[in-house]
């Protein structure tokens, strides 16, 4: 069987499996009956059929969500092994920057640790953050936010840039130096590209060495960020800690390894500044 390209490759070779084993039917047999006995008895002959069928549908259903559960088992396994990487479950992550301080609760569902590229060791995580809301009828809800992350360490360049935000664009351009009124010690970052300004907006820390940080955004890496880096990309990068991610749990092989690229590039940009002072 060739490697799965993602986490949904198996899963149609997972319910087929698990459809041919006796055990699946039998469990599968015994609560429609259960079911439909149970409802003819109390609620008569009709009502007693439509249990069945439910039941058998509802039964069909579980199947294929176990299928679903060990397809993606099947791919990560893969995916970790084929690539030197360290796979592990649901866990929590450091809170070193905004992102992963957000919510009411916050957790990476897979966390895939190792050699991101040549040279750059991270972590790829299934990252998830919770906020829950109360309305006035004091009824709770759970809002879910996910992404996939690309941690680095890079504590060579935090006496250089003890913090910068390279965050997606939203909101109307007019409004922006209202918006930096509110921002406090960050400032604003600004870049002669048109491709990048259409695409981020960029903050460093207050005091920040301006000639060291433009210098780190170079042509090249100016260039990459505008037209080279995966879409939705965006990072954060606090005492040393980088945090790249994309919207979305990303669950397959090109994805992940294309968010394991950019992050390893922005840590290898941020590792060819950090020897050089301003």
């Excluded at 041919?20 to 149970?38: D, E, L, N, S």
């Amino acid at each position: 069987m060739d490697a799965p390209d993602d986490a949904n490759d198996l899963r149609g070779f997972h319910f087929r499996e698990l459809l041919r084993k006796p055990a699946t039917w039998i469990a599968t047999g015994v609560a429609v009956i259960a079911a439909g006995v149970a409802a003819a008895v109390f609620l008569g002959a009709a009502i007693g059929g439509a249990a069945a069928v439910g039941t058998f549908l509802l039964a069909i259903l579980v199947v294929f969500a176990i299928a679903d559960s060990r397809a993606e088992e099947a791919f990560f396994d893969t995916y970790s092994r084929q690539r030197g990487l360290t796979l592990a479950g649901r866990g929590p992550l450091p809170a070193a920057t905004p992102l992963l301080r957000k919510g009411d609760d916050r957790y990476a569902e897979r966390t895939l640790a190792g050699p991101l590229a040549d040279g750059v060791d991270g972590v790829l995580a299934l990252y998830t953050y919770e906020d829950e809301t109360t309305d006035s009828e004091g009824n709770r809800q759970t809002n879910y936010y996910r992404y996939t992350l690309g941690l680095i360490e890079v504590p060579e360049c935090a006496a250089h840039v003890p913090e910068l935000y390279c965050q997606r664009k939203f909101g109307l351009r007019a409004l922006e130096k209202l918006e930096d009124a509110f921002r406090g010690s960050k400032q604003r970052v600004e870049l002669e590209s048109a491709a990048v300004d259409e695409r981020y907006e960029i903050f460093a820390g207050e005091g920040q060495d301006q000639v060291w940080l433009r210098r780190l955004f170079s042509p090249t890496f100016i260039v990459w960020l505008g037209e080279q880096a995966p879409e939705k990309f965006a990072f954060e990068l606090v005492g040393g800690t980088l945090c790249c991610y994309v919207s979305g749990h990303k669950e397959s092989a090109a994805e992940l390894d294309t968010v394991g690229a950019a992050s390893a590039a922005v840590a290898r940009r941020l590792r060819e500044e950090a020897p050089e002072t301003a």
